[in-house]
């Protein structure tokens, strides 16, 4: 059975170490988080995001819970995300969210951005929500707080 | 002044009353009228702030979404309920499952042989879940499959209402699956979620000659605690316990005082990985109208240790239960224990698997056995030392469609089993 991996992300840490990485730290395919303005969150690592998407991490560190918005389906945001976080893309995100809501993790899948645009919106009009990027798509956005993902 | 200070300032002034306010503070009326007023221009500036900052944010949106070619956004609407005002959320989902099976059993003792072909209607395993708001889901799963005779069956599976407080600590009351093991808490009715055709032998269902109380109603403590080192997680219940008899679920009573605890823990370093422990600590009421072998209770201890290494193309999973009973009327001690170790590799759709149980009962334990007209009859049908291989394959046709082919081979100390299976199981 499909499952996310953990140890991959370390892989990728490694590799992106080594120079090796597919979207270099900085470049404008980078996949950043993007959050809140309010929301005080300095920086994420990849372990981060692989917590708070899969569901293991549920509340930021003032209790409120994560509001999680998935980047658009197909877009390179949500390709890495599938691909580095779940082990095996995008289906394997969908898979491993069916589980969660057999297992009474949550009631339903978390929304999907339509565009990233949508993401923008969502994530400016709630304090607790989180989405995934490009930093290139995201970048000069005021709405929205940009922060790094170390490793991602 | 602070907001808080004038509430504050306001707070006293309105609890000591106008003429005692006066008096304190030597405020006249119009004094005080003028404080009110105030207070009022203070409030109402501030709130024109908030709303200019609130559109000064929204125009950025609109010049970003401009900016990405997307659609324009809605305004925010700072009155709008939050998801705890909101309508419950609901959605239906379920499981299913169609077979064809092939049987053969041999007396271990006789001549006697028995071979059988069948389909199975496996039946639908409903799944409803509900968010009521911001931290509370409800979730029920329903079964409705079909008995020997092909009589309806209906089986409410689970029904459970939980409130997430935090990640180390969430609540929830219901009918559940039991702290156990892996297994229990990661598989259940619905056999797409599963690699294999069946459920491990230790792993039965109670009415189908399981040795577990895989079902609780009760309450249930979860949690996780994420370290950097991997996350701790764990499940404790606190239950009514079994019944008298093995398939008998406790759902609106309890015939002793004594409640059933358990509790589970687990390791996972990373996500796909882990190392957990289970207990289990219950006892069973005594039952003399069945026999008097069951004339008073037993004590139950259910424990041990669990581990899972699946991590894609790679599924390793191996658990074993020991389960100690001190039965009160024999003054006898019984052990038994059970396991299983299931391997699979995946090559891209496919997955070849393979499982070994096994099953080691003490003879002679009364809750194990069969009682009609106060009398004991036997042990429960396949309640019996056992050894079995399984080997198969799983092939995903769709992301929520596989069909799987097994073949089995069991060693019980009272008739060998052959047997195969082809399934079609799926989500929707």
Redesign the interface.
Known sequence: MPHPRSSRLRAVAILRAAGLGLAPRGGEGEIVAIVHPSNPIAELSSRDIGRIYMIRKRSWDDGSLIRIVLPPAGSPASLELGRRVFGKGEQAMSTYYLKSIFRQRIAAPPERATSTADAVSAVASDPAAIALASRADVAGAAAVRIVPIDGF | MSQIGRLVVLGVLLAAGPARAEEATSLSAEDYERVIARLREDHEREIEDLRQESRD??T??ER??E?????P??A?DVGSPRLSDALP?L?L?GFGHLQGDWERSASRSGPDEDTTTHFTDGGVDL?I???IN??T???NETVFEFGDEGENILDVERV?L?I?I??YLNV?VGRGHTALGYWN??F?H?TW?Q?TTDRPILYRFEDDGGILPVHFVGLDLSG?L?LRIG?FSYTANFANGRGDIPDFVQLIEDENDSKMMSFMWSYEP???TGIGFAVLRDQIPGDSTLGPERAHAIDELIYGPHLWF???PI?LIAETLFVKHDDHTSDEDFMHYGGYVQL?Y?FRDV?PYYRFDFLNMKSGDPFYYEYSGGVQVGPLDGVEDTLQHTVGLRYDYT??LAFKVEFRSAMARSQRDNGGTIQASF?F
């Open positions: 944010r929204f950025a949106l970003e979404v900016r990405l070619g997307g659609p956004p809605t925010p959320t959605s989902r799944f879940t509900s968010q911001d931290r889901s409800f979730l459970m939980k997430d935090r990640d929830a808490q990661r259940h619905g979620l690699t996780v994420d996350t990373t996500e796909g699946v991590e894609d599924e699979g995946r997955i992301t929520y989500a």
